[in-house]
């Protein structure tokens, strides 16, 4: 720090050399610079934020989800018109928002995705499921599911209720299988945490959620139905 004290205490007699007007304009032009520097320097060492793609995120998982449940029931095999129902519903489009949400919070809990596949295939299975029944005559009696003929228009009502009940049973198989996982996934660890979320998801899609939803939702149809009933008469 010695060898600039010379530096300094030169700079410091400069001033008075000058003209009070010249002192003034070097003074605020080093300053300029200085500040100039500061905010290179500060641009340089902040972390460079990408803004993230919404729909290009979502459009990658469906590609992938997709894959997963095309991979999931058999084609063509005996009994070949519950599979192709099966394959039918499940595979008529959509947006696979809720398996992209399971897929999205492995990620955020540092886990791999290919981890998270099963479960997520899982989801829209049950998903699935709850569309081919809802659509059913006894339900809301819909013909049309995304644009498309619902499943039991296309393959009659008891098939559409069986590969409703089929989706079902296998959205535990596959979430339970361990050969549905990648070879990777923690042995310690992996049964209990499969355990847990099926039970979650059971929890789920029980008399606690999904068909509760469905039970609450015709009862206001219900309610509705009578008061306009009694208003009309």
Same mark, same amino acid.
């Given at each position: 720090?010695?060898?600039?004290?010379? &530096?300094?205490?030169?700079?410091?007699?400069?001033?008075?050399? &000058?003209?009070?007007?010249?002192?003034?304009?070097?003074?605020?032009?080093?300053?300029?610079?200085?500040? #100039?520097?500061?905010?290179?320097?500060?641009?340089?060492?902040?972390?460079?934020?990408?803004?993230?793609?919404?729909?290009?995120?979502?459009?990658?998982? /469906?590609?992938?989800?997709?894959?997963? &449940?095309?991979?999931?029931?058999?084609?063509?095999?005996?009994?070949?018109?519950?599979? +192709?129902?099966?394959?039918?519903?499940?595979? /008529?489009?959509?947006?696979?928002?809720?398996?992209?949400?399971?897929?999205?919070?492995?990620?955020?809990?540092?886990?791999?995705?290919?981890?998270?596949?099963?479960?997520?295939?899982?989801?829209?299975?049950?998903?699935?499921?709850?569309?081919?029944?809802?659509?059913?005559?006894?339900?809301? +009696?819909?013909?049309? #599911?995304?644009?498309?003929?619902?499943?039991?228009?296309?393959?009659?009502?008891?098939?559409?209720?069986?590969?409703?009940?089929?989706?079902?049973?296998?959205?535990?198989?596959?979430?339970?299988?361990?050969?549905?996982?990648?070879?990777?996934?923690?042995?310690? #660890?992996? /049964?209990?945490?499969?355990? #847990?979320?099926?039970?979650?998801?059971?929890?789920?899609?029980?008399?606690?959620? &999904?068909?509760?939803?469905?039970?609450?939702?015709?009862?206001?149809?219900?309610?509705?139905?009578?008061?306009?009933?009694?208003?009309?008469?």
């Amino acid at each position: 720090m010695a060898a600039f004290q010379p &530096l300094v205490a030169s700079r410091a007699h400069l001033s008075p050399l &000058l003209p009070a007007p010249a002192a003034a304009a070097a003074v605020a032009a080093t300053s300029f610079h200085r500040r #100039r520097f500061s905010a290179i320097v500060a641009a340089a060492a902040a972390p460079t934020v990408t803004e993230f793609d919404f729909k290009a995120y979502m459009g990658e998982r /469906a590609v992938a989800v997709n894959q997963a &449940l095309d991979a999931a029931i058999p084609a063509g095999e005996p009994p070949a018109a519950l599979h +192709d129902a099966m394959r039918y519903a499940l595979l /008529a489009g959509g947006k696979r928002v809720r398996p992209a949400l399971c897929l999205a919070a492995c990620g955020v809990a540092g886990g791999r995705e290919a981890w998270a596949m099963p479960p997520a295939a899982a989801l829209e299975m049950v998903h699935t499921m709850s569309l081919v029944h809802d659509d059913l005559p006894c339900m809301d +009696d819909d013909d049309l #599911r995304r644009g498309k003929p619902t499943c039991h228009v296309v393959y009659g009502e008891p098939i559409a209720v069986l590969a409703g009940d089929a989706l079902l049973s296998l959205a535990f198989k596959h979430m339970a299988d361990v050969s549905s996982y990648p070879a990777d996934v923690d042995a310690d #660890r992996h /049964a209990a945490r499969v355990v #847990r979320a099926v039970g979650e998801l059971a929890r789920c899609i029980g008399s606690e959620g &999904l068909v509760a939803g469905q039970v609450s939702r015709f009862d206001s149809i219900s309610s509705f139905t009578k008061y306009t009933n009694q208003e009309m008469c």
